[in-house]
């Protein structure tokens, strides 16, 4: 279409479109995707003054006395589902009492990101997305051939799921996502799909879609597909890696073919930012009592977790919480498939801010592999062990509480205590029923 999204008539899109019902939708606090079905007809009114909802009903730190929620589709990240093309999709953001909510996860990172233009950094991502395809209980992986001890890149258990991964890619592919490579994981039952990096907003907006996406078209085929991070304690858990540069125009302000890596200086300093404040980061880069089975597994199956459980850095080593692969870019492999795709970049925006600023030194690049010699490394912070000393990091953290806003970390905190009290009274039935589905 010639207009642009932005300025998009949503009415007069789905006329031109044959969009019959749109999903006008929102992310709480724990990552959870909410949406009301609004017919074509009444969208008009729904994109000035947006949908309704019961804020306390969801995950945001609301109580039933709060007034209406509301959630006002952003025109510009309308989705025609591919696989139901009459039903559009909409990324919302949430307002209460005619003022945007400070504590909705969208809205943290679109402020985050005006904070960082401000000061000339515009931050682009990409996202790494690993699942599993499970039968439709969640008990099992969904193809009982897939037995491999070594199973990652495995063509044979690839082409057996051939009809579902295809659908999916294909989706992106008419989405204009620019998919690039889609392979089997390093778990029995495990899968990852990359498509390219753009705006962190939108690649945010797209992870949220994704996730919808591929457990919809799972669920078509007959299986469930799940991010949980660690559904089966002997298999490598799922990841989320997220690759990160900032820009200035059409100037990478990470790449510098002199610096060491191809990476610059201010990299460099974003990386020190990024170490200083990993413990608190977890919070949101890894939000669930199941994540610290991720990186603070045991030997898996296949031999290796590639999970991090240490603070340290490297070049093109998989070993380590953040590499870089090549010039102008970092991977930070610390989050997993249930962190929040708006939470986690605006942390990590936070975070790698505070070490621009403050001119934070990552210390000595390690080359070594840290699953064989990690614990002759001196000096380096541990990655927390739970989530409740995660969740006691966050609190001590004034960089993210001052950066993302204290109605998000604190309504944030106090949500993660009463899940972490839920687990500590039903254990583990609690945490798989809960987590599954993320």
């Known amino acids: 279409m010639a207009t642009d999204l932005a300025q998009l008539d949503l009415k007069h899109a789905a006329k031109e479109l044959g969009i019959k019902y749109f999903l006008i939708s929102y992310v709480d606090l724990f990552g959870g995707l909410r949406a009301k079905l609004v017919p074509a007809t009444a969208i008009g009114g729904m994109q000035k003054a947006g949908a309704g909802f019961a804020g306390f009903a969801t995950w945001l730190d609301m109580s039933p006395a709060d007034a209406d929620l509301f959630a006002v589709p952003d025109a510009s990240s309308l989705i025609q589902l591919p696989w139901k093309p009459e039903v559009g999709w909409l990324a919302s953001d949430l307002v209460m009492n005619d003022e945007l909510v400070a504590q909705a996860p969208r809205n943290v990172l679109k402020h985050t990101m005006l904070a960082s233009e401000s000061i000339g950094y515009h931050m682009k991502t990409g996202v790494e997305c690993e699942f599993f395809l499970t039968n439709a209980d969640g008990t099992r992986i969904s193809d009982g051939a897939d037995t491999a001890t070594k199973p990652c890149y495995d063509q044979s258990a690839l082409m057996r799921r051939y009809e579902v991964i295809k659908e999916i890619c294909d989706s992106m592919l008419a989405l204009g996502w620019g998919p690039y490579q889609n392979d089997h994981e390093d778990a029995n039952g495990q899968f990852e799909m990359n498509w390219d990096f753009a705006d962190a907003l939108v690649t945010a907006d797209r992870h949220v879609f994704f996730k919808y996406m591929a457990r919809s078209i799972a669920e078509k085929h007959g299986f469930r597909a799940t991010f949980m991070p660690k559904p089966f304690i002997d298999l490598t858990g799922s990841g989320c890696h997220m690759h990160t540069s900032l820009w200035h125009g059409d100037e990478n302000l990470f790449a510098d073919e002199q610096g060491e890596l191809g990476v610059s200086d201010l990299c460099y300093n974003f990386i020190g930012g990024l170490i200083h404040s990993a413990d608190a980061m977890c919070a949101f880069t890894n939000p669930t009592v199941n994540s610290y089975k991720r990186i603070n597994a045991p030997r898996t199956v296949s031999g290796a977790t ?50 621009i600023q403050n001119q934070r030194d990552p210390g000595k690049r390690l080359d070594i592999n840290m699953y064989t010699d990690g614990h002759k490394v001196r000096g380096a912070k541990k990655l927390p062990l739970n989530l409740l000393d995660a969740i006691r990091a966050l609190e001590k953290s004034s960089i993210l509480r001052n950066a993302l806003g204290a109605p998000l970390v604190d309504g944030y905190i106090k949500l993660k205590n009463e899940e972490w009290n839920a687990y500590s009274r039903h254990l583990t039935q609690w945490e798989r029923d809960n987590t599954l589905d993320i």
């Open 306 to 355: 590639w999970a991090p459980n240490t603070v340290t850095y490297t070049g093109n080593n998989r070993t380590h919480m953040i590499r870089i692969p090549d010039g102008g870019r970092l991977e930070l492999r610390l989050p997993d498939g249930a962190a929040n795709p708006y939470l986690a970049p605006a942390a990590m925006l936070a975070a790698g801010l505070d070490g």
